[in-house]
Each structure stands twice: as structure tokens, then as C-alpha cells.
């Protein structure tokens, strides 16, 4: 693992960053061929963190399917479920996802305006209607296809004395919200259906006849609070698996 990546890992979200980071090594790192990941104590040294930390995260793995922790057998990693790309039930970053299948990420058409929020975002975000919010929308392409059409809403008062206008907003926007608002997004409601959209999203992916995927979906933060309220537009580039576990 990459020196810089630990020791940039810090605060009470830890075991979050952690879990995304032995993500990676079990896709393309050094767990990559690893039948079974190192105990608990090994983990916490390697990394430099606590044992809680270490434990937090790899009950994040296992709640994901990624691994199972047997008694007497020790922490045996599900290739089956780490070889899947494109989980819808996974929520990864525009730029992951397209990375994670060998293409290069990159974002265009960036639309940024302040606006009012309408009855249906202010109910989303828990806000009051006519509150001022941060929307942006963008066309994500992998290498030259355009595969991704999104609409993101944010709180305005989320940034408080952060000029908005003067971020890079072709970054993801879980990045914006963790590195200028200081919150990091823990889960998201999701809805999932097909559309046509709009005839200018349309455009903006090249789709002619073929429906759209969309996720509209309501991210959440610490102590559940909404943060932010998205939609995103797939094309068919996609072609996405769902881990359904039984209880």
C-alpha cells in the first residue's frame, strides 16, 4: 500500500477511508491474488491504526459480501463478489466506476448555478422550499463515450464561507463535500428506474432510441442528515450486478 494513502488517513471516519482503501488492494493492490487477508493485528500494524478501526472496516467488507470472517479460519475473501464491476448496490464515485472497469474518467458540459430549492428538493434535503442551493450538472465520458449525465444539489449553507464558484467541480462532488464542507457521505437512498429524459441530456449522452437508467438518489451524512440530492442518467455502457443476501 501506497505510503501517502495511510498516512492521509485521519479522523473519526476512519474505518470508512480504511474499508475503500482495502477495497482497492483486494481489486488491484497487494490482496489482489489473496485468498484470505491478514489477521486483525497484522492489519491494524500495517496501517497504522487500531484494532477497532481494523474491525469496524472489515465489517464494512463483509456487510458488502466482499469478505467472510469464519471462526478458526480467519477473514477469506469472496473473489466471486470482488471481481464484480459496476454494483448498483455498491455506491462508488463516477470516476471509480469508470476507472474500475479500464477506462480513463473525465468530465465535461459543467453546468454550476445557485437557485432556488422547489417543494420536491426541499423535502429531499430536509430544508425549507426556496432555501438557496448549489447545483451542478455534468456529462462524465469513459476515455471518449459519454457515459454518465448528472445533476447534483447541495445545500448552499453547507459552504459557508467557501466561494463555490471557484472549485474544480469536475472533481467528484463527494470530494468537494468531504475537502471544503467537511462531511463525508455514509449512505444513500436510491431509487431506480428507466427514462428517456430530456432531449438535451439525450443529446449530451448521444442515446437515440434506447431508455436511460436513473438513480435518483438522497445521500446522507452522520446522524442521517441529508446532504445531498442527485440524479444521474446511465447509458447502456454500463452493465451493472446486484448482490442480493438473504437474512
Known amino acids: ?145 459519454p457515459a454518465i449525465y448528472s445533476i447534483d444539489c447541495i445545500p448552499l449553507e453547507l459552504f459557508g464561507k467557501v466561494n463555490y464558484t471557484a472549485l474544480d467541480w469536475s472533481q467528484p462532488v463527494f470530494d468537494l463535500l468531504s475537502h471544503y464542507c467537511g462531511l463525508t457521505i455514509l449512505n444513500s437512498l436510491t431509487s431506480v428506474s428507466a427514462t428517456n429524459a430530456t432531449p438535451m441530456i439525450r443529446a449530451k449522452l448521444d442515446v437515440k432510441e434506447q431508455p436511460l437508467l436513473l438513480l435518483e438518489e438522497v445521500s446522507f451524512c452522520k446522524l442521517n442528515r441529508p446532504i445531498l440530492y442527485s440524479l444521474s442518467f446511465y447509458t447502456d455502457f454500463f452493465h451493472f450486478s446486484l448482490l442480493r443476501k438473504k437474512f
Open 1 to 145: 500500500m501506497e505510503k501517502n494513502e495511510i498516512s492521509s488517513l485521519s479522523g473519526s471516519l476512519m474505518s470508512t477511508k480504511i474499508t475503500s482503501l482495502l477495497i482497492r488492494e483486494l481489486k488491484t493492490g497487494i490482496y489482489a491474488q489473496a485468498e484470505r487477508l491478514p489477521a486483525e493485528m497484522e492489519l491494524a500494524a500495517e496501517l497504522g491504526v487500531s484494532r477497532t478501526v481494523i474491525r469496524d472496516a472489515l465489517g464494512n467488507l463483509e456487510n458488502a459480501g466482499f469478505i467472510e470472517r469464519v471462526r478458526g479460519i480467519g477473514t477469506v475473501v469472496n473473489r466471486n463478489i470482488v471481481e464484480l464491476n459496476s454494483r448498483l448496490d455498491f455506491k462508488l464515485e463516477y470516476n471509480d466506476m469508470i476507472q474500475g472497469i479500464g477506462f480513463t474518467a473525465s468530465a465535461d458540459n459543467i453546468i454550476l448555478k445557485e437557485e432556488p430549492a422547489d417543494e420536491n428538493i426541499a423535502e429531499k434535503l430536509e430544508i425549507d422550499q426556496g432555501a438557496r442551493i448549489v447545483c451542478c450538472q455534468k456529462r462524465m465520458l469513459a476515455g471518449t463515450v
